[in-house]
T-cell receptor, first 110, second 116 residues
């Protein structure tokens, strides 16, 4: 069946480090893919999305490319900041279901 | 534009009781989805309502039910509460226009339910 597998956390990095959070999926159709973020004490909010293969979503310095050949949607940022500390969710959305990854807690040290 | 609001924000119940949670979507949004978030199971989809009809349903027992009103407000009901129902219940709304797969969901702050 359809599923989303995301990198286990927690992930701790120093400020200005390069970030990758891996996300892979299995799909029976052509889903859209999202990254949502949950900052401490706040609700979930959309970070970026891609609706078809080879699309690249980007926002706030974060990027992710929808790779159909590797069924992946890895989240990357070239230089993280303390304010990026949050929980990140990879999300798969099809016409009939939406599946959240388990979430990756990211902590950035000053 | 006001965001998604959920009431109450916190709730304490005992086993066997029932509870009703409320969600008011962003004005103009016709789709409302409900999720359960727990440390052990993560975020799990409960159901989605669109134009007062349940459109999709997750893998939860029949004790979990919901409905949507003509103004798009939605309620979720859990009957015969169990300890394992303690969780943060999140509501999300979306425009649900066009290709639904690409719709952004806007989340409320959640209702934290504790079952004793």
């Amino acid at each position: 069946g359809d599923s989303v597998t995301q990198m286990e956390g927690p992930v701790t990095l120093s400020e200005e480090a390069f970030l990758t959070i891996n996300c892979t999926y299995t799909a029976t159709g052509y889903p859209s893919l999202f990254w949502y973020v949950q900052y401490p004490g706040e609700g979930l909010q959309l970070l970026l999305k891609a609706t078809k293969a080879d699309d690249k979503g980007s926002n706030k310095g974060f990027e992710a490319t929808y790779r159909k050949e590797t069924t992946s949607f890895h989240l990357e940022k070239g230089s993280v900041q303390v304010s990026d500390s949050a929980v990140y969710f990879c999300v798969y959305s099809s016409a009939s279901k939406i599946i959240f990854g388990s979430g990756t807690r990211l902590s950035i040290r000053p | 534009k006001a965001g998604v609001t959920q009431t109450p924000r916190y709730l304490i119940k005992t086993r066997g009781q029932q509870v009703t949670l409320s969600c008011s979507p962003i004005s103009g949004h016709r789709s409302v989805s409900w999720y359960q978030q727990t440390p052990g199971q993560g975020l799990q989809f409960l159901f989605e309502y669109f134009s007062e009809t349940q459109r999709n349903k997750g893998n939860f027992p029949g004790r979990f039910s919901g409905r949507q009103f003509s103004n798009s407000r939605s309620e979720m009901n859990v009957s015969t509460l169990e300890l394992g129902d303690s969780a943060l219940y999140l509501c999300a709304s979306s425009l649900a226009m066009g290709d639904r797969r690409g719709n952004e969901q806007f989340f409320g702050p959640g209702t934290r339910l504790t079952v004793l």
